[in-house]
């Protein structure tokens, strides 16, 4: 079946240290995602890809970095620059970039001590 | 700039009641698209609907049943006979027409459906 994976599903992390979050879709589709979900918060745009070895920054990058290499990989890194990074992060594809539906992975439960 | 407004932080109802979650946004556009998303426990949204700003046909799918109004900027969302499964977080979004990129989601409702 087609679909989203993020992993891991939990990870902890020691104030200070860089953290990379996995996602991966089979779906072949153009446009990927990450969002960043706070308790009673909307989701929050951190960075997009329309394409391969393109991507932009959302509303809030600063202390993200992200790269696209191949099509089916979109990976996170949430760096020490971040401030406060504890929050749940979701990875989304679509097929264009344009109005597609959007097709969300799991997420991933980031906690930094 | 656009914005999604869901007042309701939380709805509390038990099965079998009808439910409806309200969603209004704000944007200058004349085209954009409105969507509703289910977040289950399990953590991922699930894609409900989409809805083009120039279609204001009122859309029934099942138990689900979407009433958008341009003149309120207003696209609600009503659970008929409500089910345990139903439990859920729902986020209304709003997005430009040409860019997923610019898309903006409420802070969502959190329904429990009790038994």
């Known amino acids: 079946d087609g679909g989203i994976t993020q992993s891991p599903k939990y990870l902890f992390r020691k104030e200070g240290q860089n953290v990379t979050l996995s996602c991966e879709q089979n779906l072949n589709h153009d446009a990927m995602y990450w969002y960043r979900q706070d308790p009673g918060q909307g989701l929050r745009l951190i960075y997009y890809?329309?394409?391969?070895?393109?991507?932009q920054k959302g509303d809030i990058a600063e202390g993200y970095s992200v790269s696209r290499e191949k099509k089916e990989s979109f990976p996170l890194t949430v760096t020490s620059a971040q401030k406060n990074p504890t929050a749940f992060y979701l990875c989304a594809s679509s097929r264009t970039a344009d109005n597609s539906p959007l097709h969300f992975g799991n997420g991933t439960r980031l906690t930094v001590t | 700039a656009q914005k999604v407004t869901q007042a309701q932080t939380e709805i509390s109802v038990v099965e079998k009641e009808d439910v409806t979650l309200d969603c209004v946004y704000e944007?200058?556009?004349?085209?954009?698209?409105l969507f509703w998303y289910k977040q289950p426990p399990s953590g991922e949204l699930v894609f409900l609907i989409r809805?083009?700003?120039?279609?204001?046909q009122n859309e029934i799918s099942g138990r689900y049943s979407w009433n958008f109004q341009k003149s309120t900027s207003s696209f609600n969302f009503t659970i008929t006979a409500s089910q345990v499964v139903d439990s859920a977080v729902y986020f209304c979004?709003?997005?430009?027409?040409?860019?997923?990129?610019?898309?903006?989601f409420g802070a969502g409702t959190r329904l429990t459906v009790k038994p």
């Open positions: 809805r083009n700003s120039f279609d204001e």
């Open positions: 979004a709003l997005s430009d027409v040409y860019n997923n990129n610019d898309m903006r």
């Open positions: 890809s329309q394409i391969v070895n393109d991507f």
């Open positions: 944007t200058r556009d004349t085209t954009y698209y």
